[in-house]
């Protein structure tokens, strides 16, 4: 199974390196553009379940990465079939500078709180998503607390330790 | 009933009444809420101690916060706390409502969780073991049966610096003060 997903992909696209790590994963490494393509692709070939998007932060290398990994859904009822225990990362790098990305819900639909997610602890925004709004943070941050730059021991000890402790008055 | 503590009753039947019927309110915080259902079940059975789990904040009068705290469940911890009825008690269960625990230097979550509401009682440990709540509890007893267990009151003494706190950590609160400023603090509005 490894073999004609990989020599089909590296056929249909220009610019991609197809890794194959080990058995049952292949990562893929593509360009900005190509991405949704490929994902279209993918989506079509079977791999129907986008289990995860995720970033990274490459500060030395000033750049994002974001990594979507797809699988299969099970297709017959009591198992897996060998074809369909592959999974497929692919990850492509976006400048650190006004982070920008399409968003994947028109492929994805579950993509959805996933880039609402990174929006919000990288500050990567995706164009065209329908609700970029805050997901698990209360407080606002200058800069987004996943980025490597943010100094959480900083942060705490200017925000958190600087709240006094509650002194009884009746003593 | 024990003998022993006959006169106990007579003296204060309702102090003794609110140390032997605690409702714990049933409210997940983090981690350590895991313990909480061996401990109201037939494995540890906490009735025996009269604990039981309440539905609402405002049948309960015991508050078990039982783990990380995050800014998000700090506000609903709040307004959780404000809706029980007096006397209501509190007791930190793990060592991270304490001072942090592993989440000592985290972006996201409050440490020492006695700076926005008053604490009874710790349990420390990560994870304490369900005995640990049982303790808690019998200990919970003698500070009530002192009142030491005064948490209720210490909030409404020192409500002003409980609430900057809360406003410092969350931002303007959308609810109105529990226990407006009186009229000499009020001054200039």
Not at chain 1, 99 to 121: C, D, K, M, W
Not at chain 1, 151 to 166: L, S
Not at chain 2, 161 to 180: D, F, H, I, T, V
Request: include cysteine; aromatic fraction near 12%.
């Amino acid at each position: 199974m490894n073999k004609p997903i990989k020599e089909k992909l590296e056929s249909t696209f220009r610019d991609i390196q197809v890794a194959v790590p080990e058995d049952n994963r292949i990562a893929v490494t593509a360009e900005k553009p190509n991405v949704l393509a490929i994902l279209r692709f993918l989506k079509d070939t079977g791999f129907d379940h986008l289990a995860l998007l995720s970033a990274v932060d490459w500060i030395e290398d000033n750049c994002f990465e974001l990594c979507f990994i797809l699988t299969c859904y099970m297709q017959n009822d009591d198992e897996y079939l060998d074809s369909q225990r592959l999974h497929i990362i692919l990850k492509t790098k976006i400048p650190r500078v006004k982070p920008q990305f399409v968003t994947i819900t028109g492929i994805f639909p579950n993509a959805e709180p996933y880039e609402r997610e990174i929006h919000e602890l990288f500050g990567i925004s995706f164009e065209g998503h329908p609700r970029l709004t805050p997901l698990f943070l209360e407080r606002e941050y200058e800069i987004p607390p996943f980025r490597k730059d943010f100094d959480t021991r900083k942060y705490v000890e200017d925000i958190f330790d600087k709240i006094p402790f509650v002194m009884d008055k009746a003593k | 009933m024990d003998r022993n503590q006959i006169t106990k009753w007579l003296k204060a039947p309702a102090k003794m009444a609110n140390k032997y019927s605690l409702h714990a309110i049933y409210f997940c915080t983090g981690c350590g809420i895991i313990e909480v259902p061996p401990v109201i079940t037939a494995r540890w059975d906490a009735e025996r101690f009269g604990i039981i789990p309440a539905a609402t904040p405002r049948q309960a009068n015991l508050f078990l916060i039982t783990g990380y705290v995050s800014v998000k469940t700090l506000r609903a911890i709040i307004r959780t706390y404000e809706q029980m009825p007096e006397p209501k008690y509190t007791v930190g269960f793990g060592s991270c409502p304490i001072n942090g625990g592993m989440y000592w230097d985290s972006y996201n979550t409050i440490k020492h969780l006695d700076k926005y509401i008053p604490i009874d009682g710790w349990i420390a440990g990560c994870m304490p073991r369900p005995e640990a709540i049982f303790i808690a509890v019998t200990h919970l007893w003698t500070l009530i049966e002192k009142d030491m267990a005064n948490g209720y009151i210490r909030y409404k003494d020192n409500y002003e610096s409980y609430r900057s706190n809360q406003e410092m950590a969350l931002g303007k609160l959308e609810w109105p003060p529990l226990y407006p400023a009186s009229d000499e603090h009020r001054g200039g509005e």
